[in-house]
């Protein structure tokens, strides 16, 4: 399966080809051009029920197979060739809006351990720990760190801090490159969240749910954002690649 095969595989990569809508002229956009319709179908991620009607849509054999020209155009575009690269620790930027509030450096391991005693009873549906912990994401040249831009069910915000993060010595990274990798983080440190009921509407798997418990020995955890194949699975809430913990699924990023 090639790439515009993946970017057709999974609901927030083929919205991404409806925003764009028409390939012609796709595959030269640079980054900025992408930037507006691929934050647009990251804004639209309801990971808390039902896929709506247009994510249902698109779904469809039919209109994947309409989709698949664009998603060909988007795959040899200028714009999305970084989508692959690892991790850029010299670029990292911490965005800060109102409804997040400050980071508590101080804190990280006594938030993971709060967030892990919590996280099986929670309503919550992110599977990222608390928002208290330092999270990051990376800039690119002359556009700014794009948690500005592309933020999961946005709250629209108008005004926000943004801090350069460099980390003290390298860290230990694990790259999220698609949902074998996840899966086998959760397979390590396996945090049991089965009675969340969102994960359910969004997948309808019935079965157990897995996530990774992040301060169980696994001491840095960064997604490349986006990933080619993180793109393409990322559904908010899905199925793992494979099963694992005697059939239970492992709940995506």
């Not at 967030?115 to 599977?127: E, G, I, L």
């Not at 969102?198 to 301060?215: F, S």
């Amino acid at each position: 399966m090639g790439f515009a095969e993946d970017l057709v595989a999974g609901p927030r990569s083929r919205r991404l080809c409806f925003n764009i809508g028409d390939r012609e002229g796709v595959a030269d956009w640079e980054v900025s051009a992408l930037l507006a319709p691929l934050a647009e179908s990251v804004d639209a991620a309801m990971y808390w029920q039902e896929p709506d009607e247009v994510d249902r849509t698109l779904a469809a054999p039919d209109i994947v197979q309409e989709l698949l020209p664009i998603a060909r155009a988007i795959a040899a575009a200028p714009g999305v060739q970084w989508w692959c690269d690892p991790i850029d620790l010299d670029r990292q930027f911490h965005v800060e809006f109102d409804h997040t509030g400050p980071p508590r450096v101080a804190r990280t391991s006594e938030e993971l351990a709060d967030w892990r005693a919590s996280a099986p009873f929670s309503a919550v549906w992110w599977s990222t720990p608390s928002r208290t912990v330092v999270h990051t994401t990376r800039a690119l040249a002359g556009m700014g760190p794009l948690g500005l831009c592309l933020e999961e069910d946005g709250f629209g915000s108008k005004r926000a801090w943004c801090r350069s993060v460099r980390p003290a010595r390298t860290p230990s990274v694990y790259e999220i490159t698609g949902p074998t990798a996840w899966s086998e983080l959760a397979e390590r440190y396996p945090l049991e969240v089965s009675r969340h009921p969102h994960w359910r509407k969004v997948t309808g798997w019935e079965g157990r749910w897995v996530a990774p418990g992040l301060d169980g020995g696994c001491r840095r955890l960064r997604r490349r954002a986006p990933d080619r194949r993180w793109l393409r699975e990322h559904s908010g809430p899905r199925t793992a690649g494979r099963r694992s913990l005697h059939d239970a699924r492992g709940m995506g990023p």
